[in-house]
């Protein structure tokens, strides 16, 4: 089921009657916005978030027992997996294509809107043996989707601190900036990639959540092209440090 896309399976119904009507009114319908350019909704049933949780599970434990290396999600995350590595690229464009971008053309205008035709999604995970937290940054993507999956956990929090561009990543912090946001399984939060933020650390077990990012397709060439690079180079420097 969830290398498809059994719609009426993965979503929750409110979520599932905005996209079909799919208007502004509609999407703003089921949208929280508790800090400017910041917006939440309930999205997916927690049996789907079960099930994809499973997968990831079972993808990690393979490539632990057969030492195959994989990328990961990016330089900071040192668990996680990237989607299409198991086999999800179906999966992963109907969602953004069919139920994220259209919500992101009404509400992201300035940050490429419709001109947002490629994606890139993920998981991390955060907690006991996982990564910890996650410093302050920005995305490289256009506008990013994260949903959180489970499993059972505690702290973790979402923090935000305004919007920045790379070059002033770490200028001061304004006090109506500042917003944090705690994770609940099946609910998404959407915001721009330049909107700066972090996590606080997991402090029990383990969060594992789905990262999606959209793009305008010439920053995802170079994006993906960069990550691959990286990857052919540490495995180069991992084989020569072994021999």
């Known amino acids: ?18 996209i079909k009507e799919n208007t502004e009114a509609s999407f703003g319908s089921i949208m929280a916005e508790p800090s400017r350019g910041i917006y939440t909704f309930e999205m997916l049933q927690l049996q789907f978030c079960e099930l994809l949780v ?24 040192q668990f996680g997996a990237v989607l299409y590595d198991f086999g999800m690229e179906t999966m992963l464009d109907r969602l953004m294509n069919g139920f994220i971008s259209p919500i992101s053309r009404v509400f992201f205008p300035e940050h490429g ?5 490629s994606h890139h999604g993920f998981v991390v995970e955060y907690g006991i ?20 999956l489970g499993k059972q956990f505690s702290g973790g929090e979402l923090l935000f601190r305004g919007v920045r561009c790379d070059e002033h990543i770490n200028s001061e912090t304004q006090p109506e900036e500042i917003f944090g946001y705690f994770h609940v399984p099946g609910r998404a939060i959407l915001h721009s990639g330049c909107h700066r933020h972090g996590t606080n650390p997991a402090t029990s077990r383990n969060r594992i959540n789905l990262i999606c990012a959209e793009y305008e397709n010439d920053i995802f060439l170079f994006y993906f092209l960069s990550k691959i690079l990286i990857s052919l180079i540490t495995t180069e420097l991992d084989s020569n440090s072994n021999t």
């Open 1 to 18: 089921m969830i290398y498809s896309m059994d719609a009426e399976k993965f979503f929750t119904p409110s979520f599932l009657r905005a």
């Open 54 to 77: 499973s997968e990831v599970e079972h993808f990690e434990r393979w490539v632990h027992e057969i030492k195959f290396r994989i990328m990961r999600p990016n330089t900071m995350n």
């Open 113 to 117: 809107g419709s001109s947002l035709d």
């Open 129 to 148: 043996n996982r990564d910890v937290d996650f410093c302050l940054h920005v995305d490289d993507s256009e506008v990013s989707l994260n949903i959180c």
